[in-house]
C-alpha cells in the first residue's frame, strides 16, 4: 500500500525557511515521480514542483529561485526546501505520486508565513 506522509511544516516570519518532508512507503521515490502541491484558502489546489525518476525538476514561476525540490533515495523521501518565503506562499502542502495511473495524496502539512 502506497503511503505519503508529510511533515515539517509550521509558522514562520516572512523571508524564513522551512523544509518539508514527504516520506513514502510501498513505492521507490528513486523510480517515481513526485510533485508538490500546495493549496491556499479559497483557492484552487497548484503544483509548486515535481521532481522525476531521472533526477529532473520542475517548479512554478512562484517559486523558481526560493523553492528546492530532492530525495534521498536511502531515507525514500522528497524534500522541498523554501527559502525566501512569502505570506502568498500560505497554503497546505501536499506530496503527490500516480502509481499504476492512481494519484496517491499524503495528508498535507500546513504553512503559515506571517509575522
Same mark, same amino acid.
Given at each position: 500500500?502506497?503511503?505519503?506522509v508529510?511533515?515539517?511544516g509550521?509558522?514562520?516570519q516572512?523571508?524564513? %525557511?522551512?523544509?518539508?518532508?514527504?516520506a513514502? %512507503?510501498?513505492v521507490?521515490?528513486?523510480i517515481?515521480?513526485?510533485?508538490?502541491?500546495?493549496?491556499?484558502?479559497g483557492?484552487?489546489?497548484e503544483?509548486?514542483? &515535481?521532481?522525476?525518476s531521472s533526477? %529532473? &525538476?520542475?517548479?512554478?514561476?512562484?517559486?523558481?529561485g526560493?523553492f &528546492?525540490?530532492?530525495?534521498?533515495?536511502?531515507k525514500?523521501?522528497?524534500?522541498?526546501?523554501?527559502?525566501?518565503?512569502k505570506?502568498e506562499?500560505t497554503?497546505?502542502?501536499?506530496?503527490?505520486?500516480?502509481?499504476?495511473?492512481?494519484?496517491?495524496?499524503g495528508?498535507?502539512?500546513?504553512?503559515?508565513?506571517? %509575522?
Open positions: 500500500q502506497v503511503q505519503l508529510e511533515s515539517g509550521g509558522l514562520v516572512p523571508g524564513g %525557511s522551512l523544509r518539508l518532508s514527504c513514502a %512507503s510501498g521507490a521515490v528513486s517515481a515521480t513526485v510533485a508538490w502541491y500546495r493549496q491556499a484558502p483557492k484552487e489546489r503544483s509548486v514542483a &515535481t521532481i522525476t533526477g %529532473s &525538476t520542475n517548479y512554478a514561476d512562484s517559486v523558481k526560493r &528546492t525540490i530532492s530525495r534521498d533515495n536511502a525514500n523521501t522528497v524534500y522541498l526546501q523554501m527559502n525566501s518565503l505570506p506562499d497554503a497546505v502542502y501536499y506530496c503527490l505520486t500516480v502509481l499504476l495511473g492512481v494519484p496517491r495524496w495528508q498535507g502539512t500546513q504553512v503559515t508565513v506571517s %509575522s
